[in-house]
């Protein structure tokens, strides 16, 4: 018994559809599973006034500047350890083992 063959076409056109059915699912579950975005208050969203404060650009003019041999030079350093009060005791020798070759069974003919 001969099996006939579907037509390219169709077998496209099935494949087409089974991604549309997954596309459409994937996105309605991802619109009702996606969280809101924020909403941004009405105060940062305002434009920015271009113009600047004079007196706060006075008072910054006006400020105290350091020459850099005016600044004193800071030394972090690390605390210095401290030896401990009883000497420390030397490790007892442990005894070494010896590895030995093991005979190998030769292979009876």
């Keep these: 018994m001969k ?10 056109l099935i494949l087409t559809l089974i991604t549309g059915v997954l596309w459409v ?3 309605t579950y991802r619109a009702f599973t996606a969280k809101p975005s924020e909403s941004v208050p009405e105060e940062i969203s305002n434009p920015i006034d271009p113009t600047l ?9 006006s400020g105290i500047y350091f020459d850099s041999s005016q600044i004193p030079e800071n030394l ?5 350890p401290t030896t401990p009060a009883q000497p420390a ?8 083992l010896e590895a030995t070759p093991t005979p190998v069974p030769s292979p009876t003919p």
Excluded at 3 to 12: N, V
């Design 25 to 27: 699912s994937l996105s």
């Design 76 to 80: 972090v350093t690390a605390p210095i």
């Design 53 to 61: 404060d004079q007196a706060t650009i006075k008072k910054i003019e």
């Design 3 to 12: 099996k006939t063959k579907l037509p390219s076409l169709i077998t496209i």
């Design 89 to 96: 005791q030397s490790p007892l020798p442990t005894p070494t």
